[in-house]
């Protein structure tokens, strides 16, 4: 089992800046891939990034490359999600997710699948004012 807990959520003006972190407990975070993921009101929960276990891969959603960074810190077990250049539409809960598998990485689309994990947090909410 793994238990995730999401951290750095809060409201920020438009065009600033956010970290995100998700603690993990349980076992082998090292070996999981991991992702984030974001819901709006109203709205399907949609993803926004991966990162390999290993930590050397990442794969972004279309609507935060180039703004949003993932990285981990295995030794740490955490995960963290950078956001730069916010805005409103970014506003969401903001989930971390763990893969059901371990040492795996098969391509960024199939990570951006919520259906490739099998572990997640409850939530951090991000509101970005405009």
């Known amino acids: 089992q793994v238990q995730l807990v999401e951290s750095g959520g809060g409201l920020v003006q438009a065009g600033g800046s956010l970290r995100l972190s998700c603690a993990a407990s349980?076992?082998?975070?090292?070996?999981?891939?991991m992702g984030w993921f974001r819901q709006a009101p109203g709205k399907e929960r949609e993803f926004v990034a991966a990162i390999r276990w290993s930590g050397d891969m990442t794969y972004y959603a279309d609507s935060v490359k180039g703004r949003f960074t993932a990285s981990r810190d295995n030794p740490k077990n955490t995960v963290y999600l950078q956001m730069n250049s916010l805005k409103a539409e970014d506003t969401a809960v903001y989930y971390c997710?763990?893969?059901?598998?371990?040492?795996?990485?098969?391509?960024?689309?199939?990570?951006?699948?919520?259906?490739?994990?099998?572990?997640w947090g409850q939530g951090t909410q991000v509101t970005v004012s405009s």
């Open positions: 349980g076992r082998a975070f090292s070996s999981r891939t």
């Open positions: 997710a763990a893969d059901r598998e371990l040492g795996i990485y098969r391509s960024g689309s199939y990570h951006s699948s919520a259906g490739s994990y099998g572990y």
